[in-house]
């Protein structure tokens, strides 16, 4: 089945640094991925949507330069949160639409990302 | 209003229990439903997919009312790997992605 694959897993910085997430859909074309944030007890939220070979679609409220995305490929978005700080520790988590396939999932999960800015 | 409510919990109920989570959302638009289930710190996963008035997959009961906006999902006999948290998705088919997380429902089986 699709699978999306999410790395790394687990991060733990300093305060001003940036950090990349990767997240790549290793058996199928993902012309859309998507990137969420989930804070400790509360609800996944949408970040953005990342579109290969164009910009992505942040959603209300999320800084574009803070948060970068890339969708070079047809298989790969990341997402580089820059200058982090301890508000934004969170677990990150992509996923993507297998357009192709006849699988009743509407998107497939990455592992997610469990970031910490210290 | 919130694109979906449920009522959070926790729920903590004894092995073998029987146990309904509730889940109302405000987008008469939404064509399918989706239950997923998310472990503490992991990515969620999908439990069941809802298109019509409902349907049962072993353990698990998904109903859905359109007329009333309401969605429900039943655990029978509750077994303590049932202990999560359960998301209710609505999703359109339009667009990119439409699919809207709540807050969700924390299952606690206990032995």
């Known amino acids: 089945g699709a699978v999306v694959s999410q790395h790394p897993s687990w991060v733990i910085c300093k305060s001003g640094t940036s950090v990349k997430i990767e997240c790549r859909s290793l058996d199928f074309q993902a012309t859309t991925m998507f990137w969420y944030r989930q804070f400790p007890k509360q609800s996944l939220m949408l970040m953005a949507t990342s579109n290969e070979g164009s910009k992505a679609t942040y959603e209300q409220g999320v800084e574009k330069d803070k948060f970068l995305i890339n969708h070079a490929s047809l298989t790969l978005s990341t997402l580089t949160v820059t200058s982090a700080h301890p508000e934004d520790s969170s677990f990150y988590i992509c996923?993507?639409?297998?357009?192709?396939?006849?699988?009743?999932?509407?998107?497939?999960f990455g592992d997610g990302t469990r970031l910490s800015i210290l | 209003r919130k694109e979906v409510e449920q009522d959070p919990g926790p729920f903590n109920v004894p092995e073998g229990a029987t146990v309904a989570f509730n889940c109302t959302y405000s987008?008469?638009?939404?064509?399918?439903f989706f239950w997923y289930r998310q472990d503490c710190r992991k990515e969620p996963k999908l439990l069941m997919s809802v298109y019509s008035s409902g349907n049962e997959d072993g353990r698990f009961t998904a109903q859905l009312n359109r007329a009333s906006q309401y969605i429900s999902l039943l655990i029978r006999d509750s077994k303590l790997s049932d202990s999560a948290t359960y998301l209710c998705v609505p999703f359109l088919e339009t667009g990119a992605n439409n699919l809207f997380f709540g807050t969700g429902t924390r299952l606690t089986v206990i032995p």
């Open positions: 987008n008469s638009a939404s064509q399918s």
């Open positions: 996923s993507a639409r297998d357009w192709g396939s006849n699988s009743n999932q509407p998107q497939h």
